[in-house]
Structures are given as C-alpha cells and as structure tokens.
C-alpha cells in the first residue's frame, strides 16, 4: 500500500507539471544515473534533452529512448557539449533553448570520480574533478536559470553522492566537489524560491553505472573493504528515489535505506564521526 500512495504522488506531480510544462534537459544522459532518469521522465511523457560528450553514446541513447515514448508528438533531443567548456556549452545550450525554450525540469547528473591515495593523486585530477562535477553543475544551471526566472517557474536538480556529506576513505578528490555541489545547491534553494524555481539535491550512494565499474581497479584496498559492507543500487532505483522524492516536495532525497540511515547518523554524531570512520579505515586495513 505504501509503495502505491508513493507512485500515486508521483504521478501526481507528473501530471501537475504536464499541464504546463513537458521538457527536461538532462546533463550525462547518455548513461547511468542520467539516462535512467531520461527513461523513467520519457515513460511519463516528457520530451527530453540529453546532453552529454560522446555524439554516438547520445545517439544510441536516444534510440533507447524511443521505445519509452508515450505521446505521438513526442521529442527527444540531443546536445553533444562538455559541461566543463563554459563558452561552448553556453552557445549550444543557449542556441537550442532559442528554439524549443527553456526546461522546466534540469537534471544536472554529469559526474566522474578518480579514487585513489591523496599522495598519489595529480594535482591535475583535482581540477578535472572539480571542474566536472562542480562547474559543470554550476555552468549549466547559470544558464537556464534566467530563463526560469523570466517564466517564474522551473525545477533543477543536482546530483551529488553520499560522498557529498561524508567523506570517505580514498576519494579525496571527489568528496570535496560534491560537497561544493550540496553547498551550491543550499545556496541556489534559498535565492531561487522567490522566483518560483525550485531545487533539490540528490546523494546516491554507490550505484551500479559505468563510471563505478571505472573506479573499481583504482580504489584503495580500504576504499574496497569499506564499500562491500554497502549495498549497491541500480540506476533505476536512484531514478525512482529521484521522482519520488520530487513528488513529495522534499530538497535533500535521499535513495535507499542505507542512504537515509548515514545520513541521520552522520548528522547526530557530529565530531564524533571521526574516531568511528578512523576504526572503520583501522578494521579494513587489517582484512586488506
């Protein structure tokens, strides 16, 4: 009964939002997390926008997308740009919002994560990392916002990771982007209410996409120990988590139970999180 009172809202939502506005620009939707959410937002009837680099892995996504479709007229576009290239991204994105107009819905899911040692990571990684997740978040949602703000409405949504309010052993580099990505998002949530713009933040916790199967031999043997005493979820089950806690209004959705759980735990222990992860990285380095 309860999973239905959910999906109810969901669809609630869903059709509120269709009255007025049907298009949703998502960023890394040629894969993972993104192009999950593609599919689940095609299958009730959004046109979509994926944008992402690789021109031939948005073109394979789109034709995925089109077995999702639920209305004759229904469109999926592409957009093959980088997030981290400003000037680029702004002419292609501002070029293609001057012919269909601004998305009401903006999922900013482009991300990529390098584990590894903080002595042995390049300082160049740092700034891919940075520059990935958080200026690509920050540079995509400048530009649509003020088109929202001339509409007076509008939805954007940030992916972060449970990375993003803990941070874990072996991923120095990417922990900080992601906690840049709930500060900006803190920060954009309180300017972009008056304005009838909404935001919300998502922390996925590890999550079976390409990019964790990329990060899989670069991890540390703590980083490896830590992780398998977590489950992993689907890209699907992050999606749904994502629409479901759109559909209930929430700011911070949190996908599954363990996800929850950190979270409320992290936020009562304060200080006193540290001597606990401190035992957790202690305990892996034996069995490692």
Request: net charge positive; glycine share 8%.
């Amino acid at each position: 009964m309860q999973h239905l009172f959910w999906r109810f809202l969901q669809q609630l939502w869903v059709s509120l939002v269709m009255k007025s506005a049907k298009l949703a620009l998502i960023t890394g939707g040629s894969s993972g997390i993104g192009f999950a959410l593609a599919r689940a937002l095609a299958s009730q009837g959004f046109d979509i926008c994926l944008l992402a680099r690789n021109p031939v892995n948005l073109e394979r996504a789109k034709q995925a997308l089109s077995e999702h479709l639920v209305r004759a007229d229904q469109q999926v576009h592409h957009i093959s740009a980088d997030v981290t290239d400003y000037p680029l991204l702004s002419h292609s994105l501002t070029d293609w919002m001057g012919t269909y107009g601004c998305p009401d819905l903006v999922i900013n899911s482009a991300g990529v994560a390098y584990p590894g040692y903080f002595q042995e990571l390049a300082i160049e990684t740092f700034h891919w990392l940075m520059d990935v997740n958080y200026f690509g978040t920050l540079y995509v949602s400048k530009i649509v916002t003020p088109g929202m703000i001339e509409r007076g409405s509008g939805t954007i949504v940030n992916l972060s990771s449970q990375a993003g309010f803990v941070s874990i052993f072996g991923y120095s580099g990417y922990s900080p982007t992601k906690f840049a990505v709930r500060a900006l998002s803190e920060a954009m949530r309180a300017e972009l209410k008056q304005h009838g713009i909404r935001v919300a933040i998502v922390f996925p916790p590890d999550t079976q996409t390409p990019q964790l199967e990329f990060e899989a031999p670069l991890k540390p043997l703590e980083t490896k120990a830590i992780a398998s005493q977590s489950g992993v979820l689907t890209a699907d089950q992050v999606a749904q988590s994502t629409l479901n806690g759109l559909a209930k209004g929430r700011f911070i959705i949190l996908p599954g139970l363990e996800g929850k759980l950190l979270y409320r735990l992290v936020n009562l222990l304060g200080n006193l999180q540290y001597p606990i992860l401190d035992w957790l990285v202690s305990r892996a380095q034996k069995k490692a």
